[in-house]
Nanobody
């Protein structure tokens, strides 16, 4: 199974982006899907996740601005980002792990290649 992210880009502060993650196989029905990000010089951090029942979790820093969703029929995962801030600048990754979600990147065994988001002030 492969994960491929898309949708990154450069926006002004206050702007919006929608990230997508396409899976080559059917994993959404039994997997937790997570969004992580890594800024230069910083550790990878969990941003949001959505479990097999569609329950979501968000980091405090993005709560109310980011929305994770998925389309099981299309094997697609999304991250809608609004009111973007310069501190949201990072490489964003989607990841998958079986069953239950975790905020720890080490718990995920499937990763995409990442898509870069740059937010300018």
């Amino acid at each position: 199974v492969q994960l491929v992210e898309s949708g990154g880009g450069s926006v002004q502060a206050g702007g919006s982006l929608r990230l997508s993650c396409a899976a080559s196989g059917d994993i959404y029905s039994h997997y937790c899907m997570g969004w992580f990000r890594q800024a230069p010089g910083k550790e990878r951090e969990a941003v949001a996740n959505i479990d097999f029942d569609g329950r979501t979790w968000y980091a405090d820093s993005v709560e109310g601005r980011f929305t994770a969703s998925k389309d099981n029929a299309k094997n697609n995962l999304y991250l809608e980002m609004i009111s973007l801030k310069p501190e949201d600048t990072a490489m964003y990754y989607c990841a998958a792990k079986l069953l239950y979600c975790s905020i720890w990147s080490s718990a995920y065994n499937l990763w995409g290649q990442g898509t870069r988001v740059t937010v300018s002030s």
